[in-house]
């Protein structure tokens, strides 16, 4: 039990430090081809830190096509949104209510309104078309909306690049090259990119191998405690799937950088509402009914009363984003209760 503990440390530092190392290297990359924020946090730091979560379902239906195998695969790719506009949301709203008591800034979130607002309103309706038409008709229509999905993201990032949003705030260089110069092994003014890849790559499979690391203790230290083993799958399983962004948000919300920690979420919402929604489609048999129906009206619920006060307020309150966090409530009592 010790040695479990020990591990759920380790790896919770692991996660920590290798979330701060890819959201320094993401910034250092977002400078080097002077990208905005919305294009660094809604695509790049986004689609990296959603390759863990994706990377699951796809192994579980190509890989293991046993019935089990496609639940967990058809899971895993419901679970992300949910986890997302609920948890991820919730811990944003958290760190800027603490950092707001330790008076490091004031009661607010502040982003780019149009650029959350254009990832949410790509968000709803693509959720919304690969869960509840399938969940009314069946797997009639799985292709064509699978290829409107597929090219809803195309348009989504052809619109996140030519939208305005602010350049890259100033920041602390990287951490990597950093290092290296003070070594004396470069004397590059900027960072090399194969440097800003190598500490980016490095980060991501440090964070993925640290939420694998947590997962397996947690499992072991809830079993020995007495806690369902199905009930732990279902509910605090899928949190760790969804670390990279959580932390990675939380990172940059502690220092400030309020576009980039929500775009991270929102734009990761976005792919993971299209693309995983697709294989989904196509290779499982997409049945979408019970805790599964309702972990997805909870996320469009989550995401519409952001989306909400950003149309008729053009404001973010961390108020607003934690209540992802009794949404996420909600759907951990009703499991107890119905599987318990």
Do not use: C
Not at 12 to 37: D, K, P, W, Y
Not at 114 to 139: C, E, N, Q, W
Not at 225 to 238: E, S
Not at 271 to 297: V, Y
């Amino acid at each position: 039990m010790s040695g479990a503990i020990l591990f759920l440390l380790v790896s919770l530092i692991m996660i920590l430090t290798a979330a701060e190392s890819f959201t320094n290297g993401v910034e250092a990359l977002g400078r080097r081809f002077s990208l905005s924020q919305a294009v660094v946090g809604s695509i790049l730091a986004a689609i990296g830190t959603a390759l863990p979560e994706t990377i699951l379902p796809v192994i579980a239906i190509f890989f293991y096509r046993d019935s089990s195998a496609n639940d967990i695969g058809v899971g895993a790719i419901l679970g992300a949104p949910f986890m997302l506009s609920t948890l991820a949301f919730f811990l944003v709203g958290l760190t800027a209510a603490v950092s707001y008591l330790k008076k490091r800034r004031g009661f607010e979130i502040r982003v780019e309104p149009h650029a959350t607002k254009r990832d949410l309103i790509f968000f709803l309706p693509m959720y919304s078309i690969a869960v509840l038409i399938p969940a009314a008709t069946g797997r009639t229509f799985a292709l064509p909306i699978a290829v409107l999905l597929v090219a809803g993201y195309i348009l989504y990032a052809y619109r996140t690049f030519r939208s305005e949003s602010s350049d890259m705030e100033d920041f602390e260089g990287m951490y990597l090259w950093r290092l290296l110069k003070k070594f004396g092994f470069t004397r590059d003014d900027i960072p090399h990119i194969i440097m800003i890849l190598l500490q980016v790559a490095g980060a991501l499979l440090l964070m993925i191998g640290g939420a694998h690391v947590f997962v397996r203790n947690l499992e072991y230290v809830a079993v020995r405690f007495g806690a369902n083993p199905l009930l732990f799958a279902l509910i605090l399983a899928p949190v760790a799937t969804e670390l990279p962004e959580k932390f990675n948000s939380v990172t940059w919300t502690w220092k400030g950088r309020d576009t980039l920690a929500v775009g991270n979420v929102t734009g990761a919402m976005v792919f993971q509402s299209t693309f995983p929604m697709s294989i989904g489609l196509l290779f499982t048999h997409w049945n979408l009914s019970g805790m599964a129906l309702l972990s997805a009206l909870l996320a469009l619920a989550s995401a519409s009363i952001v989306l909400g006060q950003l149309v008729f307020k053009r404001r973010l309150s961390p108020t607003t984003l934690l209540l992802g966090g009794g949404f996420y409530l909600v759907y951990a009592a009703v499991l107890i209760v119905t599987h318990g």
